[in-house]
């Protein structure tokens, strides 16, 4: 007998959603099953999406090419992540097979049926002491030696009731706990709950997601995973994926998510793609980052697919009314394990928990709503304070000072008592421009309307947009005038000035003050981070300078002053999420200081400003992030912007700005007469802040409306519209479009 299978390939972004191809196949293959077929000339991967029993109309038995193999060591990926992948091709209107493709590991691609096959038998032999335990219906608390390593702190009373009410919770769940209040203790145990979960003979064993922002969180998440997890359930138990891991790493941990030796799966945005059959619970780490929002292919947000996958999940559980099992030997938890399951059985759900100190506005304001728990956690752990804020007013300082005089000398009294000082600025570099004062001469990047960062240390001039890189010149280019100067400053340069500043200081020990650096540059070498950040954890480094990536996540025992010495510009962006972004950074940024509590009273948090009575300040002083976010929303509502309306821009890159623009304002035009057209506005295009990169024009067009149904159906209505104009004569020169549903930055 033959089947025709619909198979989901790699296809060009714009290719239309749902797009799969017929194949002929002698077996039937079941949805989800991984192929290889021929596509052209070549043979490509794909995802078997449906398998039919008739051939698709007009098209014969000869007509339809047959799959080449079937990578049959795999089990096929499960209808929840097909559901989710498709939900993220529809809504953020790209081709089915791009996120599908994107969703695999990149190595699936080239490995052959048999190299396949050993690696998966690597891994079964690498994972058998974790299949035995379960086998033998031996529950890790058995199994594992009883040490405090494995049993983590003491609850707190806020941790132990978030964790009672996380358990009961029968919605996604906001996490809003202060810095250092002990969230990822929350997390820890939760997993641990779901994990004990038996399931049955066969099945998957349930399995857990948790993500981070940012790669450079993942080595101190991990650390406290695996000491907690390892010791119970091998060392396979807990796998990373993120873009800083090489091909081979990604394919390892992928294989071991989904074939359910990996139990839980540690990573960034990527990660919520995972196939994760045993799937449930999710956690979103800072939910409320920027960093969880894609920026290139499908501009997804891994935090909202998060919340959707988890309802999938859910679905599934309820609808095949699996009862709950709270474990092979229901046990009494010893004291302090945390919460008891209640004795009303809860129905099974796949849990996400979102946590932040400073939720996003779209999770605040569902809390607001009642479609998410909101769950508090005020407190610091030990009762600890929250650093003080003090403003700098920088229309008193000195003329040109970078640091305010009473800020070095209270940092300089830190770091003679043997604490330690974080500086936080948001540009690396040492001079976000060089220039001539005789005739006017800037570093401009000769291909982007933007300039070259001066960078001290290589001395080279580095276009942070293109790359484009050139030796600092001896003279001005243009009228060769020596005396060519900085302009602004970067964390380069405060580290100069600081470490001149401090170099009279004496640690406790009498020795200097040492003042490190961690950014983007320092940590461009693979493991460079993990060694600067042991060396501030093991108090090697006195000051420690950064842009955002210090002020993130970081749990500093020795922190007690945290300083940001620019923030200004902010306070007046045209963004309307600047506000709430500049909020974030600083209290996150405050969250680093006093987290040991015998050191919290005296802690601080300086701004420098121009503009002391910025009404953000007085919030930020009060710590009151609920006060600030009510604020927020009120503006929010009164302009009919997110949470209140929904947004995506059409963005277009051509070779000239004319074009761009042209393409945008012509599908504008020609989009009169769609579906919801009246409930949609579209704004006319506009040229990007930054206007050209590596010498693409780049524009983009607003699209707003009252209701996500209104926006999304008309966006999909849009999708052949905007594919034609790509022809229009006068947007000659385009040379990509994309869509981008709700932006974080416009
Ligand atoms: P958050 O993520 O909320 O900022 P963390 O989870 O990093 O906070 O916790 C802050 C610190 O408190 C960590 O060093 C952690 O080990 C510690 N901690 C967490 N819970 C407890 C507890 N119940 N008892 C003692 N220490 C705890
Ligand atoms: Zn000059
Ligand atoms: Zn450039």
């Not at 100067?485 to 004496?506: C, M, N």
Request: glycine fraction near 6%; include cysteine; proline fraction near 8%.
């Amino acid at each position: 007998m033959t089947f025709w299978p619909n198979v989901v390939v790699a296809t060009p972004a714009h290719s239309g959603v749902g797009a799969s191809l017929s194949y002929r196949s002698e077996l039937p293959l079941a949805p989800g099953t991984l192929v290889r077929v021929p596509l052209g000339r070549r043979e490509v991967l794909g995802v078997v999406w449906a398998c039919a029993t008739e051939p698709p109309e007009g098209l014969t038995e000869a007509q339809t090419k047959a799959v080449a193999s079937v990578l049959d060591g795999l089990p096929p990926l499960n209808p929840r992540w097909r559901q989710l992948v498709k939900f993220a091709a529809q809504y953020y209107q790209r081709s089915l097979g791009e996120v599908a493709m994107a969703a695999l590991p990149p190595q699936l691609r080239e490995l052959s049926n048999e190299q396949l096959a050993r690696r998966l038998k690597r891994r079964a032999k690498a994972s058998r002491p974790a299949a035995s335990e379960a086998s033998a219906s031996v529950t890790p608390e058995d199994a594992a030696p009883a040490s405090s390593a494995t049993h983590g702190h003491d609850l707190s009373d806020e941790q132990r009731e978030a964790l009672t009410a996380l358990h009961s919770a029968q919605a996604p769940v906001l996490l809003y706990g202060a810095t250092g209040s002990g969230k990822t203790e929350v997390y820890l145990r939760a997993t641990r709950q779901v994990l004990d979960i038996a399931t049955p003979e066969g099945d998957c064993p349930t399995q857990v997601l948790v993500m981070v922002p940012e790669i450079n969180l993942t080595p101190q998440l991990e650390a406290r995973f695996r000491e907690r997890f390892e010791p119970l359930y091998g060392t396979d138990a807990v796998v990373c994926l993120h873009s800083g891991m090489t091909p081979p790493q990604r394919m390892s941990s992928w294989l071991a998510a989904h074939t359910g030796t990996a139990r839980i799966v540690l990573g960034t945005r990527m990660a919520v793609f995972a196939s994760l059959p045993g799937l449930r619970l999710i956690v979103v780490d800072e939910e409320h980052d920027p960093s969880y929002k894609s920026q290139e292919g499908a501009r997804y947000s891994a935090r909202d697919l998060a919340v959707y996958r988890a309802k999938v999940e859910t679905e599934a559980l309820a609808s095949h009314a699996v009862p709950l099992q709270t474990g092979p030997h229901p046990r009494p938890l010893p004291e302090g394990e945390g919460v008891k399951p209640t004795d009303a059985p809860t129905p099974p759900r796949c849990q996400v928990v979102l946590g932040s100190a400073t939720p996003s506005l779209e999770s605040w304001h569902a809390a607001d709503q009642g479609r998410y728990v909101r769950l508090s956690m005020p407190g610091r752990i030990g009762g600890g304070a929250l650093p003080r804020l003090r403003l700098v007013d920088m229309n008193h300082q000195p003329k040109g000072a970078v640091l305010a005089p009473p800020l070095v000398t209270a940092m300089a009294g830190r770091i003679a008592r043997g604490e330690q000082c974080m500086v936080l600025l948001n540009r690396r570099g040492y001079a976000p421009v060089l220039a001539c004062h005789d005739c006017g001469w800037k570093s401009a990047c000769a291909h982007c309307s933007a300039y070259r960062v001066f960078h001290k240390l290589d001395r080279t001039l580095r276009c942070h947009h293109c790359g484009f890189t050139e030796r600092v010149p001896r003279a001005c280019p243009d009228c060769g005038n020596l005396d060519i100067a900085p302009v602004g400053r970067g964390t380069e340069q405060i580290e100069e000035q600081l470490s001149a500043l401090l170099a009279d200081v004496q640690r406790p020990d009498g020795g200097p003050a040492r003042v490190a650096r961690m950014d983007a540059d320092s940590t461009r070498l693979k493991g460079s981070l993990e060694v600067q950040l042991a060396t501030m954890h093991s108090g090697e480094v006195d000051v420690l300078v950064g842009t955002q990536m210090i002020a993130k996540g970081h749990d500093f025992r020795r922190i007690t002053l945290v300083a940001s010495v620019n923030a200004d510009s902010a306070l007046f962006a045209s963004d309307y999420r600047a506000p709430e972004r500049l909020f974030a950074l600083l209290m996150q940024a405050a969250g680093r200081a006093g987290r040991d509590a015998a050191q919290s009273e005296a802690s601080e948090m300086w701004v420098q400003t121009w503009y002391p009575q910025h009404p953000l300040f007085a919030t930020l002083k009060q710590h009151d992030y609920p006060a600030f976010a009510a604020e927020q929303l009120i503006e929010r509502q009164q302009a009919g912007m997110p949470p209140y309306g929904f947004q995506a821009l059409l963005r277009a890159d051509a070779r000239t700005q004319a074009a761009a623009q042209a393409f945008l304002n012509g599908a504008a035009q020609h989009s009169l007469g769609l579906p919801h057209r009246d409930e949609i506005t579209l704004y006319p295009a506009v040229p990007l802040t930054i206007q050209r990169v590596a010498n693409v024009e780049r524009a983009q067009l607003l699209v707003e409306a009252a209701s996500r149904g209104a926006l999304q159906r008309f966006l999909s209505a849009w999708q052949p519209v905007l594919l034609d104009c790509r022809s229009l004569p006068e947007a000659r020169g385009l040379i990509r479009f994309a869509v981008d549903v709700d932006p974080l930055a416009i």
